[in-house]
């Protein structure tokens, strides 16, 4: 079974084509792209001391990623591998390299630097996030030539792929293993090279890091920029400020902004399908809740029809979100009958505050209940603050008392674990990102050993929890696209009809454009940040990048 | 003037040992930095793993022991967040900070004290309550807001400057007008009520008597002399720039220990936050005493004391 993009591979062979003879590919990469982010991380070049959004920002443009993305659609496509196979016996992935690719030194990258970076990133040094989750499922890595390298698993991964691609996580990056065996880590980490469009050049900390476009045709396309440089800039009015002056031609920005950028004269660039924020239900399991109005699903359906999400997106979003798809489910999601479910969404999503009503007195609440609600942020979605708020009243209009309590994120997170006491019988404010394998995120919310075991745990496991098991199980061990797809659909389906974990709006991510610095470009469905989108970014004059 | 010096430097370690446990223990109570670094799908063994190996996984006051005991050697941990010593980084940003301080200093004095003196040699007319308004405005006016609107006005309307970020001269009048602005007003205030006092003294009148010029009498002799609070207030006002530079450096995008500060907070990095607030305290400690030696040798009553 061999995965490989029906839709990307010749597209890019198309681009390239068209790169090869337009008069934009004979231009030389000229001027310099200036990007103000609110944060830069760990601000280190070293993948192994990086987590994902760090990575995704700044890394990803000297880096490329053994599995990368489909740049059309979203989710992930061909990287560093062209294309990936999984043994007959499911206990192995073979990943195929593209010919021809180099480091920075000159170098060419192979199987032994894919295999030695893997190895890096599972290595007690590596602060990665997903190590551990690495160490467990890969037994062994094996290069078979120069382009082949096999990976032996723990028992059936399905997922592997997806998780070593930027689409999902960063600890595909591939590192230079000569090179850093050579000079060592310290002195990697001080001059890094990798085999990305852009190379690397300086890093100020707390203030900037600074790259340079290669000067050889490359994959990921070659840069239109001479120059990028990536500052810090923490203050969002300063950045704006930056980009209104044209001292940055792209800034990130938040929701609260967009008016404000707009009215400016400044273009807004949209991510669609970075994060998801959702309302769920701790608890409802316990022995404590049974008897609460949350432990019955049609009343968690009704504070579902009780929410206007268009008010939602138009007023709190600046009308610049979407109508959300079932839980931590988007337009490139892989295994998914994606047209079934944006349906399903419409219907099931619509405001219907009589229904709502109506539903409540059939389960004998005619006058409302006491909900419990504690409205929080993930870190780098604080819009969900301003979203709890909207639902609150929208609550209280059909009758429910409802009694809000604000959390920090930090400490509303230390809630989560353990037995939960102070979070059983709530309902919160919670999140899912845009990433395109939804399996991994349904395990996080719902299976008995998850952090957050929303329907039950290993000792209080009941009919709808062993479904989950069941269902969960089927679709990480299945091999067949056409089965997975069907299993994924049944899980998405089961999860859906709980009305537990409840989608309010998909939102996006945020860019003002400084038109006369930067031209047209667009970003990569469910990838808030543009580290894999800077060599696309073109001229003013030139022509635009996906419209 | 040695067991002054003695006194000094022990009352400065208690206050260090007090400002370390208070870090510490503030630190840890806003919340776990592993919270902030782990994806949603993370398992409760990729927790612990990471909470290991941050070296939080001991009893607060065992992690409170080897915090002190490693930083009576110099060792003030390792950044959660960059993985570099917390030292390093607070004195590769220090000279950021510092860079911009003489100039705000300057713009204080520069601006502040002749200010003072103008409203006290008008105490009571227009000239006097027109800088007490600015001082006022240049006291109660924050920072943050200040800095915004001097982006919009100099940098957005008229262009004429950039919008924040370390660069070349023009890059430094808003940021240090920001910063200087508080320390005017204290100058300003300071200096008129110095002056006043200094105005009523008996060696004034005979100044005067003998002859001298107004000129002399007040830019010599009676300035030099409503000078020394200042000097105290000097040292209060540098302390306070060191720790207040947070706001201005986050508004202008200026990488010094403000800046880091704000990041060792923002991602709860606590090793950073507490190496950061200690070696500001000792700086700022070190100024207080340099600035009481400099007191108690000009003026004796505070060394016989």
């Known amino acids: 079974m061999v995965f490989r993009s029906r839709v990307l591979a010749p597209a890019m062979t198309a681009c390239a084509a068209l790169l090869a003879t337009s008069p934009v590919a004979a231009q030389e990469p000229k001027g310099t792209l200036v990007f103000a982010v609110d944060s830069l991380a760990a601000q280190t070049l070293d993948p192994i001391l990086e987590q994902r959004p760090g990575n995704a920002v700044y890394q990803a443009a000297m880096y490329d990623s053994l599995v990368g993305f489909n740049i059309e659609r979203g989710g992930i496509g061909p990287g560093v591998a062209e294309s990936w196979t999984i043994a007959d016996d499911g206990l192995a992935w073979t990943f195929k390299l593209r ?34 989750s690495l160490r467990r499922s890969i037994k062994s890595i094996e290069v078979v030539d120069d382009l082949t390298v096999r990976v032996n698993t723990n028992g059936t991964q399905i997922g592997l792929p997806a998780s070593l691609s930027r689409a999902v996580a960063p600890e595909g990056s591939i590192m230079p293993k000569a090179y850093i065996e050579k000079v060592g880590d310290e002195e990697f980490r001080k001059k890094p090279i990798g085999s990305g469009p852009w190379k690397f050049v300086r890093n100020v900390p707390g203030d900037r890091i600074e790259f340079e476009a290669v000067d050889h045709a490359h994959w990921r396309g070659r840069p239109k920029f001479k120059n990028l440089h990536v500052l810090l800039v923490p203050e969002e009015a300063t950045r704006v400020a930056m980009a209104r002056t044209g001292e940055a031609g792209i800034a990130a920005i938040t929701p609260e902004t967009i008016e404000g950028v707009v009215k400016a004269g400044l273009e807004v660039l949209t ?24 432990a019955k699903k049609r009343v968690r359906q009704a504070l579902s029809l009780a929410l206007d999400r268009k008010q939602i997106i138009q007023h709190v979003m600046a009308g610049k979100a979407a109508m959300p798809r079932p839980f931590s489910t988007f337009s490139f999601t892989d295994s998914l009958s994606v047209d079934r479910w944006k349906t399903w969404s419409e219907e099931n999503f619509r405001y219907d505050p009589e229904l709502a009503k109506k539903i409540l007195a059939e389960e004998g609440y005619p ?28 609550w209280t209009k059909i009758g429910i008392k409802v009694t809000v309590k604000h959390y920090e994120w930090g400490a509303f997170s230390p809630l989560v674990r353990g037995d939960q006491p102070h979070l059983t019988g709530w309902a919160s404010m919670y999140r899912t990102v845009g990433r395109p394998d939804a399996p991994w995120r349904y395990n996080a919310a719902f299976s008995p050993d998850s952090g957050e075991r929303l329907f039950g745990d290993k000792d209080n496991c009941g009919e709808v929890c062993t479904k989950f098991v069941e269902l969960y199980s089927g679709v990480i061990n299945e091999r067949d696209p056409k089965k997975r797809t069907e299993l994924n659909d049944a899980m998405v389906e089961h999860v859906a009809n709980q ?33 894999d989108v800077f060599e696309r970014v073109p001229h003013p004059d030139q022509s635009p990048w996906k419209k | 003037m040695g067991r002054f010096i003695v006194r000094r ?35 409760a063994e990729d927790r612990t793993r990471l909470i290991k190996s941050l070296g939080l996984d001991g009893p607060m006051h065992t992690q409170f022991l080897v915090f002190i005991g490693n930083a009576l050697q110099g060792d003030l941990g390792t950044s959660i967040r960059m993985r570099q010593p917390a030292v390093d980084l607070f004195f590769s940003r220090l000279p950021n900070t510092l860079v911009i301080i003489p100039w705000a200093i300057l713009l204080a004095m520069v601006v502040g004290i002749p200010l003072g003196v103008v409203a006290a040699l008008n105490r009571g007319n227009m000239l006097d309550r027109g800088a007490g308004t600015i001082a006022v405005l240049g006291i109660a006016t924050p920072n943050f807001w200040l800095g915004i609107v001097l982006i919009f006005v100099f940098s957005v309307e008229l262009g004429w400057l950039p919008s924040g970020r370390m660069g070349g ?18 100058f300003m205030r300071l200096t008129r009520s110095s002056m006043l006092d200094v105005l009523e003294s008996e060696f004034v009148k005979l100044a005067r008597i003998k002859g001298l010029s107004e000129t002399v009498v007040i830019w010599k002799h009676c300035l030099r002399n409503a000078m020394i609070p200042l000097l105290t207030l000097w040292g209060v006002f540098v302390g306070n720039l060191i720790t207040g530079a947070i706001v201005t450096e986050t508004v202008f995008a200026w990488p010094g220990v403000g800046r880091l500060t704000y990041e060792a907070v923002i991602y709860r990095d606590f090793p950073l936050l507490q190496a950061v607030i200690i070696l500001k305290s000792i700086l700022i400690l070190s100024i207080n005493l340099l600035v009481d030696i400099l007191y108690a040798y000009v003026d004796p009553r505070i060394r016989l004391s």
Do not use: C
């Open chain 1, 499 to 531: 009305w537990m974990s409840i989608p309010i709006i998909e939102g996006m991510g945020y860019y003002a454009i400084n038109a006369k610095k930067v031209g047209q470009f667009a970003a990569i469905a469910g990838r808030h940040e543009l580290g």
């Open chain 1, 271 to 294: 991510v669609p399908g970075t994060t998801a924020p959702v309302f769920q239900f701790w608890g409802t399991w316990r022995e404590g809740s049974k008897d609460s109005p949350l």
């Open chain 1, 99 to 132: 010919a021809g690719q180099k480091w920075h030194n000159g170098d060419p990258l192979t199987a032994h630097d894919v295999k030695f970076s893997l190895e890096r990133v599972m290595s007690p040094a590596s602060q990665a996030a997903a190590a551990a």
């Open chain 1, 367 to 394: 006058n409302g209940f006491e909900l419990k609600f504690a409205n929080t942020a993930l870190p780098g979605t604080q819009f969900m603050v301003a979203v709890g708020t909207a639902m609150v009243d929208m």
């Open chain 2, 169 to 186: 001269p023009e890059h430094y009048v808003l940021p240090v007008i920001t910063l200087g602005t508080f320390l005017t007003a204290g």
């Open chain 2, 9 to 43: 430097l022990l009352h400065g370690l208690v206050l260090l040992f007090m400002v370390a446990t208070v870090v510490f223990v503030l630190g840890r109570l806003t919340g776990n930095p592993v919270d902030l670094m782990l994806p949603e799908d993370a398992t």
